[in-house]
């Protein structure tokens, strides 16, 4: 069976409506993984890559922060993803929320508190330099972008274009309804899976 690892936005967790949804839609026709990511981005990094090392997935699913994350390791890991409203400049989203914050979805390990401070803003500072680093001619249509057309917080669908090819858009926000999961997301990963096999990454 197909697996499908699931990376999440920054307030949420691998137990989130859209996690929910997936594992759903996807009921009967592949394993979608849903980790709770930690969040500092370059450990977030080494787990992935440790998850895909143990795991196999067959495609990236990112939302938001989870997307900028997928976007840098697909050329580098060798699969394709499928990034969902991509916060390439997590920085400037994090800027105008420093402190204290909760988790909008329980976590595993029980710690439903994060901070934000200049601390983690300079770490995803350093990753956003690199980001489009490992980008080549060969996964220009192997990394997929969803943009939601009422999506009031990123908007980098240009920015993406700058890099890919498939670009697909939404009539929803930053974070999709479970519903919206079901009939956008889910069928373009569907399709992802069917035209990219793992036996010719390899």
């Known amino acids: 069976m197909k697996k499908i690892l699931f990376l999440h936005g920054f ?5 989130c409506p859209m996690a929910r949804a997936l594992i759903e839609a996807f009921e009967g026709t592949a394993i979608v993984l ?10 977030a990094l080494n787990e992935i890559r440790s998850i ?3 795991e196999q997935p067959d ?8 997307a900028f994350l997928a ?3 697909a050329p580098t890991v060798g699969i394709p993803a499928l990034l969902g409203n991509p916060y390439f400049m997590m920085t400037e989203f994090l800027k105008e929320r420093i402190g204290e914050h909760e988790y909008k979805a329980p976590r595993r390990d029980g710690n439903q508190r994060l901070v934000i401070d200049e601390a983690l803003i300079e770490e995803f500072a350093e990753l956003e330099a690199v980001q489009f680093d490992h980008c080549n001619p060969y996964y220009k249509d192997r990394v997929w972008g969803l943009f ?4 009031t917080l990123a908007h980098f669908s240009p920015l ?16 999709p309804t479970e519903q919206e999961v079901k009939t956008w997301y889910a069928p373009l990963a569907q399709k992802m899976l069917m035209e990219f096999s793992r036996k010719e990454q390899e």
């Open 11 to 15: 307030f949420a967790t691998g137990s």
């Open 34 to 43: 849903t980790p709770d990511l930690p969040l500092h981005p370059k450990k």
């Open 52 to 54: 895909i090392d143990k």
């Open 59 to 66: 495609l990236l699913l990112g939302n938001s922060c989870g």
């Open 71 to 73: 976007q840098m390791l």
């Open 148 to 151: 939601g057309e009422q999506d």
């Open 160 to 175: 993406f274009l700058e890099h890919y090819n498939q670009a697909f858009h939404f009539p929803g926000g930053h974070t």
